[in-house]
């Protein structure tokens, strides 16, 4: 029994397809299949031409609230980081003092005029002497003098009741513009003073529409003046999420910072619902048209120590990596600058089991 099952187990080595007489003499195994990857052709195509920076948002308008008369500040007539219109009171200002000038401008007001019409009266009497030759010119022409004098005095108290009435008004402090108020710098019961640091009451700020200020290097900045089209700018917030309006170029800057060697941009932005902030970092797309460019997913590209490469299947069925220029990122796609031809096939996965001359077997999708 034993030496049947010994004989038998000898047969089963002897006639195996895996046995060492399959073997080649030289001791290598049978070379490996292709590897099926998945890839596409690459044409050219349009994408838009953009340019990113990082940009900080401002008020179109922020004004300073300023008192414009000394006094004691008695009311604050507003609640801080309330939108106000333009006009809507503010602060106020004692009225007392400022009444009483008023009063006393006045009085002197009609005291000039009465003595205005005094000299009109006079004036009007020595000329009518005058020319019956029973006063001497001199004497009329004096009065006459005398009644301009009163006129321009006339005019002096008219202009004094007029800064009274002034000085009186700036006594209630309005908002300058409409939009949103900050918080107030001076509280009830100080003194302010027009000349100092105190007469700096407190903000507004319009946000709607908002700016966003950036910069561009040189290159951008001659791109985006060369623009046939509207320039469009997109705004992501800080969370990554777009901002749902578009905006525009409102300024360019006229000189190029050496520092930087960039240009500054300003860009104007609805902002209704005040969803945006002044002084909020965002970034900021701008985009100056399109152009024909090739473009493969972001997937596709890899980086090496000496940059940036793709897989491409070549026309002998082997896979070759290829050095590329990338530009910027359309969506889930990479615009290629460089580096790859309309008509050659790029390789999207698999990447781990390519080797320079790795036979390959394409599944296009």
Same mark, same amino acid.
């Given at each position: +029994? ?7 187990? &000898? ?5 195996? $397809? ?15 299949? $292709? ?10 195509? $349009? ?5 990113? @920076? #990082? ?28 939108? #106000?219109? &333009?006009?809507? @009171? ?62 321009? !005095?006339?005019?002096?108290?008219? !202009?004094?009741?007029?800064? &009274? ?11 300058? %513009? ?20 105190? @007469?700096?009451?407190?903000? %507004? ?36 999420? /777009?901002?749902? @309006? ?18 500054? +941009?300003? !860009?104007?932005?609805?902002? /209704? ?28 590209? +890899? ?15 082997? !896979? ?9 990122? #359309?969506?889930?796609?990479?615009? %290629? ?18 080797? $320079? ?9």
């Amino acid at each position: +029994m034993k030496l049947v099952m010994v004989l038998s187990l &000898a047969c089963l080595v002897g006639c195996s $397809p895996g046995g060492a007489q399959d073997k080649k003499a030289d001791g290598k195994a049978p070379p490996a299949g $292709p590897v099926t990857v998945a890839a596409i052709d690459v044409a050219p195509q $349009p994408v838009p031409v953009s340019f990113e @920076a #990082v940009g900080r948002t401002e008020g179109s308008r922020e004004v300073q609230v300023r008192a414009r008369v000394a006094g004691i500040v008695e009311q604050q007539l507003y609640n801080e980081g309330d939108a #106000v219109k &333009a006009g809507a @009171a503010l602060f106020r200002i004692e009225r007392t003092p400022y009444e009483i000038e008023l009063q006393q401008a006045r009085a002197a007001l009609a005291q000039e005029q009465a003595r205005s019409e005094l000299a009109q009266q006079e004036s009007e009497r020595l000329k009518r002497l005058a020319d019956r030759r029973a006063i001497s010119q001199k004497e009329a022409d004096q009065a006459a003098s005398t009644q301009r004098q009163s006129a321009a !005095a006339v005019q002096m108290a008219q !202009a004094r009741v007029r800064q &009274a009435e002034l000085n009186l008004s700036y006594t209630t402090v309005t908002a300058p %513009i409409g939009g949103i108020t900050g918080r107030a710098l001076q509280s009830v019961g100080t003194l302010v003073q027009p000349t100092n640091d105190s @007469a700096l009451l407190t903000t %507004i700020t319009r946000g709607d529409p908002i700016w966003v200020r950036f910069a561009l290097s040189e290159p951008e900045y001659a791109r985006v003046r060369s623009a046939e089209k509207a320039i469009q700018v997109e705004i992501e917030l800080a969370d990554g999420k /777009p901002y749902p @309006a578009k905006g525009k170029i409102n300024f360019a800057g006229s000189t190029v910072d050496a520092s930087t060697a960039t240009v500054q +941009m300003r !860009a104007e932005l609805a902002n /209704p619902r005040q969803q945006l902030l002044p002084g909020q970092y965002v970034r900021v797309k701008v985009v100056a048209g399109t152009q024909d460019a090739i473009v493969v997913p972001q997937k596709a590209v +890899m980086q090496n120590e000496t940059g940036r490469f793709v897989w491409v299947a070549g026309a002998d069925g082997k !896979a070759v990596p290829r050095n590329v220029r990338a530009g910027s990122w #359309v969506g889930a796609d990479w615009v %290629i600058l460089d580096g790859l031809k309309a008509g050659e096939t790029v390789i999207v996965d698999n990447f781990a089991r390519l080797r $320079p001359g790795t036979p390959v077997q394409v599944r296009k999708g």
